[in-house]
Every structure is written in C-alpha cells, then in structure tokens.
C-alpha cells in the first residue's frame, strides 16, 4: 500500500480510523516500531495485525488514517462503507 499522507477526504478519516481501531486483534508485538512515515524522532506504530473477519490490517493503519490521512487500499475502504462503517459484532477491540 502505498502511505501517501493526506490522500484520503477529511471527512472520512474518524469514521474510518474508529473501523480500523475497532477491529479484532490477531497479533502484537511488544513495544512499538519507528513510524515510517514520522515527521520527527520520536514517532512509533504499534507492530501487529487485525481483523474485521474479511481483511485483516497492519495496527499502524488505524494511526496513518486518522493522522495523516493516508488511504488504505481502495477495495478495502469500499468494503468498509458498504457496512455503513459499522465493524461485524465480536471485532470491537
């Protein structure tokens, strides 16, 4: 996926960023890695993977959305307003 900051409309970041947070956590790794895309020193991601059940997604999405406004995938942001932004019950967090 391509982080290009400031590609995806103002007014779907919180909705989308709130999806990402939401999703079921499959792996994390302790600590926190240097943000690739860090405008300073001191910027991290959290390592580790989720899930909505259809896609799964670096944590580090959820940060790159709601901060920088970077858009995932197309396809993956399609499937995300077809459900209204709503995560499947069971995923929150």
């Not at 103002?10 to 943000?35: I, N, T």
């Not at 970077?70 to 942001?77: D, I, L, T």
């Not at 995560?87 to 967090?93: A, E, H, R, S, Y």
């Amino acid at each position: 996926m391509p982080l290009v900051p400031g590609s995806l409309p103002e007014e779907s970041r919180e909705p989308l960023a709130d999806y990402l947070a939401a999703g079921r956590v499959l792996v994390v790794a302790a600590g926190h890695a240097p943000d690739p895309l860090a405008e300073g020193p001191y910027e991290y991601v959290r390592p580790g993977r989720a899930t909505d059940g259809t896609w799964t997604w670096d944590l580090a999405w959820e940060q790159w959305v709601r901060r920088r406004g970077c858009a995932p995938p197309e396809e993956f942001v399609r499937h995300v307003e077809a459900r209204g932004f709503v995560p499947p019950p069971g995923t929150n967090g």
